[in-house]
């Protein structure tokens, strides 16, 4: 393989090199993980997206799986590089195996790398990805772009580019899988301040369903679940009446996240 | 590759020697498909088990992915192959990829037929297995094993061997799901009878959820699905009153299923 890379040092040259050639002695082929990371903050609800140095196009933060990690690891590791952030809640939602799934922009993108021989590449082969996704407090992120993107960034779900790949569906279908996951597990902590309000608790829940929720059926049903308390505190200040504050009850919080929300049948 | 089988035809040896020999071409390394089949009938809940030639032990109907073949439509063969049964409600729940998925049972498999240098072989690598459920009326099944096992049957999901691989973690997690899917999809269409009680429909939601149920309570949650309608017919000639009889209203049914069911928030 004769590989020609403008715009990288030496050194680097050398290491991306060796990934196109032996890739596949430390990586498993045919496998990749994706991670829909998903950001909130005051009411928005965005998504982390790369851009691609030489494609100019943007994708999903994610890459292959070491030969000497897991699965779940290796998409910690994603999350960990390009947030900073750890021992944050990340689910599977989905493996993509159908059969066009042969990642054929990498081949655009080998041949402006004037990467040669590229077809017989392990990285051209038939991709089976497995997608994550977790949801973070995006004011808390600095982003952090990978080897081959030139731009790590949030994006409002409803109001991105067009992803490379199959990576439209992945965001989809990882926000179908979160406002199902509603039903049966609370979310919010880490996401909100330590005290919030019931209308800052509402604007998350409607930021994930992407609808208006009314107010009073809302409050029935996050006190059913059992996992805030109301304090005695008030928040003051504002232009309306002083709504209470409340705050999660971690440990039923955390019960519920392990078992399940005790609504439904 | 030195291939001894015993009790075997010897075209059936050709086609095992071969499967191990150069499966690769055709089949995608580190990756494979199981299926958790749940079936139902009067109460029961029980699940669909494959006894391995040569081991004498257990395990979930599976198996390798095709190049030529989607991980979907692997998953629809493997049903249809062991149940007969096609057009099922099939659904992914989980891509299993820890480290230790390495198929050692597979290499006391090689050793029992005598197949030689097996350690080199594409089986024997770490294996990534993408999982898939699916619920089915059991009385409407006739078995049938697959080339590696010797019987295939139906076992009560509470009162089942223990399994080759980690594939008694895949049973609890499928369980788990289904559980969870009552959140927010339908069950019930093809397991019952086309007309059926609120008794019959109950004790379908109890043999998933392994409790009993509020009865007032149950019937005021299905109603308020509005995916099953009341009929002017009763149940007659049992030592009871008789019940009513009910039937699913089969489109609002199938949009519950494709949009999720209107509860919740």
């Known amino acids: ?18 990934f196109f050639r032996t890739g596949h002695l430390q990586y498993i082929p045919h496998l990749s993980v994706d991670c829909v990371i998903f950001g909130f903050h005051e009411g928005e609800l965005k998504v982390l997206l790369l851009k691609w140095k ?3 196009r943007w994708s999903l933060p994610g890459g292959p799986i070491r030969r000497d990690q897991s699965v779940d690891e290796t998409a910690h590791v994603v999350l960990k ?20 799934r042969k990642e054929s922009v990498l081949l655009e993108l080998f041949d402006r790398l004037n990467v040669s021989n590229h077809e017989a ?6 991709t089976v990805s497995i997608g994550y996704y977790a949801l973070v407090d995006f004011s808390k992120v600095n982003p952090v772009p990978d080897f081959f993107s030139e731009a790590c960034s949030w994006w409002d779900v409803c109001d991105r580019p067009s992803l490379l790949f199959d990576h439209d569906a992945m965001v989809e279908r990882a926000l179908q899988t979160l406002q199902q996951q509603l039903y049966y597990q609370p979310i919010g902590l880490n996401l909100l301040p330590d005290k919030f309000t019931m209308p800052e608790l509402q604007q998350l829940y409607e930021a994930v ?5 009314d107010r009073r059926n809302f409050q ?8 805030v308390e109301r304090l005695k505190e008030r928040r003051t200040g504002g232009a309306h009446r002083s709504p209470y504050l409340y705050r999660f009850d971690v440990p039923r919080y955390e019960q519920a996240l392990a078992e399940g929300l005790a609504y439904g049948f």
């Open 81 to 100: 590089d390009r947030t900073g952030l750890d021992d944050i809640f990340l689910q599977q939602f989905y493996a993509f195996g159908s059969m066009d």
């Open 220 to 227: 029935k049903k996050i006190q059913k679940m059992g996992i």
């Open 209 to 213: 369903l992407g609808r208006k929720l």
């Open 121 to 126: 590449n392990w990285l051209s082969e038939r």
């Open 1 to 18: 393989m004769i590989l020609m890379l403008t715009g990288y040092p030496m050194d680097k040259m050398q290491e991306v090199e060796a």
């Open 54 to 56: 030489h494609l100019e």
